[in-house]
């Protein structure tokens, strides 16, 4: 059992063997993927454009995640698309970026400038990403209501909402990890001058 949990990478009180690739970030890398995956088919339109705002709006002809496209012009199509696929992307390079960071630091212990490198690409990634999926959204609702010609309608709130709340909490977090690192390693030159 004892050997099972070093594989998985259960056990972190030996460093991990580098031929052991089968590691817990991977696991969990894995796991996420797969709900992204799930959250896509979940997500995927039965007809039309991909959009919360049936929900908000019944005048919308639509369902649960999906807005009938016969009305709507190309623009609005794509823009809806482009949403739609800048979501799940932005979420999917994030993880690949955690992941990363995972593994330097599980296999490799090393707190140096890539590791500080990754961080800071998973919080421009992650933020900047939340900032245009918001744009995009509010583009799209405003192209819906004009080919739908509905003078007012409403919409899901994507960075001011429980979504863009967490965002911003990670987004946080990752801050905090970054300035325990830059710490921790101007701690570690220190005593290594000292030595």
Known sequence: MRQIKNYLGLEAQNPQPEEHAFSLPLVYSAVVFVLFIWLIVMQWPEAGIPSPLHRYNPELDGGINWVEDSPLGQGTRV?????????FSMYLVVTALLYRLARIFYTKAHFGTQALALLRAAQ??????????????????????????????HSESTF????????????????FIEGALRRGLTLQEDSDATI
């Open 124 to 153: 421009i990634v992650l933020l900047g990403g939340m900032i245009v999926y918001s744009l995009l959204t509010a583009f799209l609702t405003r192209a819906v209501a004009n080919d739908y010609d509905l003078p007012d309608i």
């Open 160 to 175: 001011f909402s429980d979504q863009g709340l967490l965002t911003l909490l990670f987004v946080a977090t990752l801050f």
């Open 79 to 87: 823009l809806a698309w482009a949403a739609f696929a800048w979501k």
